[in-house]
């Protein structure tokens, strides 16, 4: 509280006239929030803390506000991490994040966001397997694998439809689910 008038003020980054966060997600010691294009985090190991300078000067564990570049009027609908990097979804793309260089620490003046591969994808939460993110594409015909690859050197995914094609022939894919004993299955369900 300050009596008279002041500069120090700062508008909320999430409001009824703006929106709320569409997705939330843990990723290095850090809590992660996810809307339109935009992605923020938390300061590291301060889950209640998004300051990003201390004292005028930003330190490699402060948080973190990146814009990402998705395709006009496009919104991320989840974020998942996914091994070393924080994997984002929009209607056109899906997209990693993660430090721009390796030696340094992860944080406001080393972050990385790149296209991990343009196939879109629709509002449910991807399931995590393993080091793998199983995703559903935008129309929600087909449950795609996205996981690192060293002949990219990054993320790319596959179509895992394709040993399965009759799946989504009566309708899209509504859920997935992971059940990991007896043995691995992914379970999806579908609309019709």
């Known amino acids: 509280v300050v009596s008279g008038s002041t500069t120090r003020w700062a508008r909320q980054a999430w409001n009824a006239t703006d929106g709320y966060p569409a997705d939330v997600a843990l990723y290095r010691e850090r809590l992660c929030f996810v809307r339109g294009q935009t992605l923020w985090t938390s300061v590291a190991g301060d889950f209640e803390n998004f300051q990003f300078q201390d004292g005028g000067l930003q330190t490699p564990d402060m948080a973190i506000t990146a814009t990402f570049g998705a ?10 991490p996914i091994g070393d990097v924080l994997m984002l979804g929009t209607a056109s793309g899906e997209f990693s994040v993660g430090p721009q260089s390796v030696s ?11 296209r991990a591969s343009g196939y879109g994808c629709n509002g449910l939460k991807p399931v995590p397997v393993g080091q793998s993110l199983m995703f559903v594409e935008r129309a929600g015909l087909r449950v795609r694998e996205a996981r690192y690859n060293i002949e990219v050197d990054g993320i790319a995914s596959r179509d895992l439809t394709v040993y399965a094609n009759h799946i989504f022939r009566r309708g ?5 689910a992971f059940q990991r004993l007896p043995f691995g299955v992914l379970w999806a369900t579908t609309t019709g």
């Open 71 to 80: 395709s006009r009027n496009d919104r991320a609908k989840w974020c998942e």
């Open 104 to 114: 340094d620490p992860f944080g406001p003046q080393n972050v990385a966001i790149r």
């Open 172 to 176: 899209s894919c509504a859920g997935l």
